[in-house]
């Protein structure tokens, strides 16, 4: 089975590291990028991905106002949010908002690897 992969972030380096990095990995497969929240849900409507990785502090909304829309486009999507800050007030307004995992940015790759896993199954 192929993990289908959203990455929604503003940074464009962190963007396409951590989508270089997924990309590699057997099984996965990194089929959009986005910059920003509404392109991110619009996104997810297209290619309705397993997983979605989100940015908490985008503009536009940010990663709440993303993982809002792409649970109505998509449904069966995970939602993950990434966070440059291990922060609880964040990580609850996420979860409210439909995330099921949470990444700090940094984190090893063996810990982002094995997160999308575990809610992938």
């Known amino acids: 089975m192929t993990v289908r992969i959203l990455i929604a972030d503003d940074d464009a380096s962190m963007r396409g590291a951590l989508g ?7 099984g996965y497969q990194v089929v959009a990028l986005a910059a920003d929240p509404e392109s991110a849900i619009d996104l997810a ?46 990580m609850r307004r996420m979860r ?9 940015k940094g984190a090893a790759p063996d810990d982002i690897v094995g997160l999308i896993d575990r809610i992938s199954r």
């Open 20 to 26: 270089d990095m997924l990309g590699s990995e057997p």
């Open 96 to 104: 409210r908002a439909g995330a099921t995992g949470y990444l700090v």
């Open 45 to 90: 409507g297209v290619h309705h991905p397993d997983v979605a990785i989100l940015d908490v502090k985008m503009p536009g909304g940010g990663g709440i106002r993303a993982a809002e829309g792409i649970r109505a486009a998509s449904p069966h999507t995970r939602i993950v949010a990434l966070s440059a800050w291990d922060d609880r007030e964040t």
